[in-house]
């Protein structure tokens, strides 16, 4: 029996946030608070600051812009966070309204009604709430049927949920599953943190995963899935109810997203090559089998280096595409908004690969091949 990805939707915000305009407010906060603390910096009690620059970003992670759903609150000095107010419950969550846009085009790709599904599965790095599980807000703007649950797995929140999707597939559990993974990094984010300030966009992908015998023309065999995690502090986030126990909470960098970035990149590197390699030989498949690698959007260096040691020599745009220089890290949603991006041109019997990697460590592989 065969679980195929019928169709995928990308939801993209509609303001945008280029390295300079970033910098530009990141570098004013810099100035005003080091001229707010000159005595203390003078007395060497407290370190400067020090500003960011626009050159520094793209040549180390290869962003130029990120999108966001809300702008002047991101780049506001007095703030440095969204303005994305609360709703009442009344109404959809901002997040079950970014992934009911996205699942909306994948819905309409492949032609289904959204009675037809039988599971939605929400999941994403930034799930705004705990319960009721968003999915089943999903679920319910949609009219969709069966059930919905929510899963967190950083970065690899979407090729996590593929595999669950597919499980469910097989298991006979139901025939349509929807993933949705709407991701709003801007509110995890550390603006005020310069090794981080850059990294996160925002944005929402859905992946349709259905029983081939529904499936639509075009669709995507998944030939094989394969999931790694292996712990780790270097991209960590400690937010969670427990901080209410500390009345200092909210004044804890460590609650919004730290990350090792060096270490991440040192370790995740050959964490994530191998495991393609390994993937591809239990599947009977070689590298050059691979007309196209989606991979995780966090770092084009990283991407290279990944790409460089699967195939064998430096991955040309077409082999694996990048969307990291327009859209940033946005988490659980890169590889797919790659994959939704840059999958069309290829034809019937073309193999590729989707794999993300990320905080956990966690890392998924999944396999497919264009149906005729
Ligand atoms: N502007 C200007 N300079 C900056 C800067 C900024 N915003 N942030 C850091 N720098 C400086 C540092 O101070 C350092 O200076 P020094 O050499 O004088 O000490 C220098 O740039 C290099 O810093 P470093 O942190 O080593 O940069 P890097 O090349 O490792 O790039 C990351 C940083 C985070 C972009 C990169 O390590 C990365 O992307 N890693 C993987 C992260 C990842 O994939 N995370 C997964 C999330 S899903």
Redesign the pocket.
Known sequence: MTVVISATGLYTPPHSISNDELVASFNAFVARYNSEHAEDIGAGVLPAL????AE??EK??GIQNRYVLEKAGILDIQRMVPDIPERPNEQISITAEIAVAAAKEALKKAGRDASDIDAVICSCSSLQRPYPALAIEVQKALGAGGFGYDMNV??SSATFAIQNAYDIIKAGHGRSVLVVCPEILTGHLNLRD??????FGDASVAILVEHAEIAPPGSWAILGTKLQTRFSNN?RNNFGFLNRCDPQWRDMPDKLIT?Q??K??KE?VPLVSEMILQHLAELDLKPSDLKRMWL?Q??S??NRLIAERVLGHEATQEEAPTILDEYG?T?GAGSIIAFHKYSKDLAAGDKGLICS???GYSAGSILIQKAS
């Open positions: 020090q500003q960011s620059s520094f970003i180390a992670s950083a970065c310069r090794d981080t300030h850059f990294i991209i990350q970035g060096r991440v990149f995740v995780h966090a770092n260096n990283m890290n988490a990697f990320g905080a």
